[in-house]
């Protein structure tokens, strides 16, 4: 055997045992459950490595996102339990739960407003200086079609960073920046559009016929782009992009696996919930693929909400 070969193999067998030594330190350091975390985090779908996830365990609400290959919570300025969390872009708006039932809306860590009404969505603009959200008042029960049902009137607010008290936009709920000027929500009429520079409020679109409060919410990608909503009594889902002068359809799903719904630029994520547990699934909005499951989300509690 040649000096030149001799040499070769006795750098592969350094390399060889120095990679053993590593792993073997890197196995007796990690417990048997942080292994497998990271071994399970492995599987989550690359477009969801930037994402974060709303766990219920018990009594408390968790958010996590994947950090160096293990999922890590992820504190928004308070200790009081995340119920809603949204991004746009890399500002993130949140409501937290604290004490005698006030509800806190935030962006980032920082608390602009707190209120004794039921508080169920928020979403920032896109300087993140703005905020608009939806405040849901006690319910009440109407008469439809010889059934008896419940109504929870809610209003979209809004305020900016700065602001003593927010303003009401309108009646809906799940509102959203189009612009850093325009915000649309959802509403029994359809979509609504209102326009901060004039206070001129219009109907965007009839189309989107949404569930209201405290049903699954709609949902809007990062970007706002893209929405995606639950029909009353079908179960559909339908996803439309959006913009300043109204909604085009791009799918619909006649038998999609539940109402809990989230979205990134391609993909839409359910949330199946069944007497085992949750579920997530994700459908392709560019093929009519069939649904498949997420793997490699957190393996703790119950996923109350995705976001892409």
Request: a negative charge.
């Amino acid at each position: 055997m040649g000096h030149h070969l001799q040499m070769k193999l006795l750098g592969l067998l350094a390399g060889a045992v120095i990679a053993v030594g590593v792993m073997s330190v890197w196995l007796t350091a990690t417990s048997p459950d942080s292994l497998w975390n990271r071994l399970n985090a492995y599987l989550l779908p690359t477009e969801l490595h930037e994402a974060f996830f709303l766990y219920q365990d018990g009594d408390t609400n968790t958010l996590y996102h994947l950090g160096q290959g293990v999922y890590e919570p992820v504190s928004v300025g308070t200790i009081f339990p995340t119920t809603f969390f949204s991004r746009r872009g890399d500002t993130f708006a949140s409501i937290q739960l604290a004490p005698q039932g006030e509800y806190e809306v935030r962006i980032g860590a920082e608390r602009l407003h707190a209120s004794k009404n039921v508080t169920t969505s928020a979403a920032a603009s896109p300087s993140g200086q703005r905020v608009a959200f939806t405040e849901t008042g006690a319910a009440s029960l109407l008469e439809v079609d010889g059934r008896t049902t419940a109504s929870f009137p809610s209003s979209v607010m809004f305020m900016k960073k700065g602001d003593v008290a927010p303003v009401l936009l309108g009646s809906g709920f799940s509102p959203f920046f189009l612009s850093e000027d325009e915000v649309a929500w959802f509403s029994s009429l359809g979509l609504m559009k209102h326009d901060l520079r004039t206070g001129t409020t219009s109907l965007l679109s009839a189309e989107v016929t949404p569930l209201p409060p405290p049903y699954p919410q709609p949902a809007v990608s990062s970007d706002a782009s893209t929405l995606a909503w639950v029909t009353p009594d079908t179960g559909t889902i339908t996803v439309a992009k959006v913009n300043a002068s109204g909604i085009q359809v791009v799918r619909s799903y006649a038998a999609a696996k539940g109402p809990f719904i989230a979205l990134s630029n391609e993909h839409l994520f359910v949330l199946e919930r069944t007497t085992d547990g949750t579920n997530p699934w994700r459908y392709t909005l560019g093929d009519q693929s069939e649904p498949t499951p997420v793997k490699g989300l957190p393996r703790t509690g119950s996923i109350l909400q995705l976001i892409p």
